[in-house]
């Protein structure tokens, strides 16, 4: 598509409940990141996939974090067993990785954990 | 460790005036630096990049930036500021081994503009 798209805009999930959140990047951008920003801070670096490597998951703040690419395209952000701390923003970006090219955002996922 | 720094968490201007919002990164090799902007309740878009070549970069919306080394900095400046200027914005360095990477986000610069 012609941007990133990031699906649900919104969701409210009880504590304890699994949730899953999608990215669609802009077609042939071989690099896909997932940052999370919580109410005034900066993004925090979850998970970047590049291409057929193996992702780098240094930011994942727990094992209740996953992530997967599906084919170089859809991103599924996964958080098991929610926690109020989980409750952000969770924005998705894509990029041709090897040129500077920058950051094409999506509009992120607000989730709130009740 | 690579990190960036907005020392100023919010800063008020008037409208017409200009601006400078401060960046200063630590970084062991040359980075690309970047500046993004986040309007209320949307996405961060890319204002300008540096990599390499002319240390002053132009971008989008009248915005441009200064990479100075010795000073390890990125300031970002408009000569004359709009209401449609107020809005968050992002410093971020990457480059690590070479490529883009995973870039590190300073924690923003809230801009309100005053009438």
């Known amino acids: 598509g012609a941007g990133v798209s990031q699906s649900p805009s919104n969701k409210v999930t009880e504590k304890g409940k699994d949730v899953e959140l999608r990215c669609d990047p802009i077609?042939?951008?071989?690099?896909l990141y997932w940052y999370r920003q919580s109410l005034g801070q900066g993004l925090e670096f979850l998970i970047y996939f590049q291409g057929n490597s193996a992702p780098d998951k240094s930011g994942l703040p727990s094992d209740r974090f996953s992530a997967e690419r599906t084919g170089g395209s859809v991103s599924t952000l996964t958080i098991q067993r929610t926690q109020q701390e989980d409750s952000a923003v969770y924005l998705c970006?894509?990029?041709?990785?090897?040129?500077?090219?920058?950051?094409?955002f999506g509009s992120g996922t607000r989730l709130t954990v009740v | 460790a690579q990190s960036v720094t907005q020392p100023d968490i919010h800063i008020t201007v008037s409208e017409g005036a200009s601006l400078e919002l401060r960046c200063n990164y630590s970084?062991?090799?040359?980075?690309?630096l970047f500046w993004y902007v986040q309007s209320p309740g949307q996405g961060l878009q890319l204002l300008l990049k540096?990599?390499?070549?002319?240390?002053l970069v132009q971008g989008i919306k009248g915005f441009e930036a200064e990479f100075k080394r010795s000073q390890s900095s990125f300031n970002l400046r408009k000569p004359s500021v709009h209401w449609s200027d107020a809005a968050e914005y992002f410093c971020?360095?990457?480059?690590?081994?070479?490529?883009?990477?995973?870039?590190?986000f300073g924690k923003g610069t809230k801009l309100s503009v005053k009438p």
């Open positions: 970006a894509s990029s041709l990785d090897m040129t500077g090219a920058g950051y094409t």
């Open positions: 540096y990599f390499s070549g002319d240390t």
């Open positions: 077609s042939g951008h071989t690099a």
């Open positions: 970084y062991g090799a040359t980075p690309y």
């Open positions: 971020a360095v990457g480059g690590y081994g070479g490529s883009q990477g995973n870039l590190i």
